[in-house]
C-alpha cells in the first residue's frame, strides 16, 4: 500500500520597504489594468516633471527629476511630444489629471507654492480626483495604467 506524504513550505521573502504611501486613483474605474510605476530613491522628492501627449491617445507617459537629480519615465512610450517641464524647487504635492472619455488622461495639473502649473491644453473631460500629499509630505513617484490605443488612463502619486 502507497503512503502519502505532504510537506507544508512556508516562504517569507523580505524585499525592503519604503516609507512612501501611495494615493487613491486619481480617476474611477480601470482596475483590472496592471500598473507602471515610478518612484525618486528613499528620501528624494520631485522636483521636476513633464507629461509626454500624443494625438489620439492623450498622455503617454509621465518624466521626472529627483532631488538626487535621478531622472526617470513611468511607460517609456517615445510616441508623443514632451511640453515644457514643471519646476518646482520645494517640491510638489498636490496632483490633478483631467480623463476624456474615449481618450484616458489628456491633462495635468500641478502645483509649486500655491501657483497652478498645467501641462498641457486639452480641457476636455473632466478632472478627476485630487491627489495631495499631507503632513509636510511630497510628491515621490507616479503609478499609471496604461491601456493599448489610448496611452494612460489612470495615474496615483506616491508621498513621502
Request: aromatic share 12%.
Amino acid at each position: 500500500m502507497a503512503q502519502s506524504i505532504c510537506t507544508v513550505v512556508l516562504l517569507l521573502v523580505i524585499c525592503g520597504s519604503t516609507d512612501a504611501v501611495w494615493s487613491v486613483w486619481a480617476n474611477t474605474g480601470w482596475y483590472m489594468i496592471p500598473e507602471k510605476e515610478a518612484h525618486c530613491p528613499d528620501g528624494q522628492k520631485v522636483l521636476e516633471m513633464n507629461w509626454s501627449y500624443q494625438n489620439w491617445y492623450g498622455l503617454i507617459d509621465v518624466w521626472f527629476k529627483c532631488s538626487n537629480g535621478g531622472t526617470y519615465t513611468v511607460t517609456h512610450n517615445d510616441n508623443g511630444s514632451w511640453g515644457d517641464n514643471s519646476v518646482c524647487s520645494s517640491g510638489f504635492n498636490f496632483l490633478m489629471t483631467r480623463e476624456q472619455s474615449g481618450y484616458g488622461v489628456v491633462n495635468a495639473r500641478t502645483k509649486c507654492d500655491g501657483k497652478n502649473l498645467s501641462d498641457g491644453t486639452n480641457y476636455n473631460g473632466k478632472w478627476g480626483r485630487v491627489l495631495r500629499c499631507t503632513g509636510g509630505k511630497q510628491i515621490t513617484g507616479f503609478g499609471v495604467k496604461e491601456q493599448s490605443g489610448y496611452g494612460i488612463i489612470n495615474v496615483r502619486i506616491s508621498c513621502n
